[in-house]
């Protein structure tokens, strides 16, 4: 979607984009141009290069202006490096946007990070998941007690949470 979203900058930006003002890393070598006006990367990339730093901020050393996450429901676990690089750059930016069909494939506590990102004051990961998720201990072949979601609660509070603060919700009319 890098290039989708190239040519669609130039396309409902006529008077401010041109094609040189965006630019589209296609790989962890490169570097960002000084004289683009918009910087198009993938997850994957910023996961790699997140030990480095090279992307998670513009190329005078200031936090990014804009930051819009597509598909966004990607930066659903912790664990994940990809997680860990774009929320430290949501969090820095002036501004973030996060775009997603389906915040949510599973649980709620997968909305935590993408919040982090936009909320400065937002829960801890484990006292969001003990209020707004049903946790179940189970114990795995190793001996080891885990414990792992298996429903929600305080729904409509979270909603509440969701929509007066950082979520626009699109609706299908007939």
Not at 2 to 18: C, F, G, I, M, T
Not at 23 to 48: E, P
Not at 112 to 127: M, T
Request: net charge positive.
């Amino acid at each position: 979607l890098r290039w989708v979203w190239k040519q669609q900058a130039e396309e409902w930006l006529p008077e401010h984009v041109h094609a040189h003002d965006v630019q589209v890393i296609t790989k962890g070598a490169d570097n960002f141009r000084r004289n683009a006006k918009f910087w198009i990367i993938s997850y994957n990339l910023l996961a790699t290069d997140a030990k480095k730093g090279k992307f998670q901020a513009r190329p005078d050393g200031s936090p990014h202006q804009m930051v819009i996450a597509d598909e966004s429901h990607n930066i659903k676990e912790w664990s994940a490096a990809r997680t860990k690089a774009v929320v430290a750059i949501l969090k820095t930016a002036k501004r973030a946007i996060l775009l997603s069909g389906t915040p949510t494939r599973n649980t709620a506590d997968e909305l935590h990070p993408q919040l982090s990102g936009l909320l400065p004051c937002l829960a801890s990961f484990a006292e969001f998941r003990s209020r707004y998720c049903v946790q179940q201990q189970t114990q795995i072949f190793s001996g080891k007690v885990v414990s792992r979601v298996v429903g929600a609660r305080n729904t409509t509070e979270l909603n509440g949470l969701l929509t007066s603060t950082v979520m626009v919700r699109r609706l299908k009319r007939s």
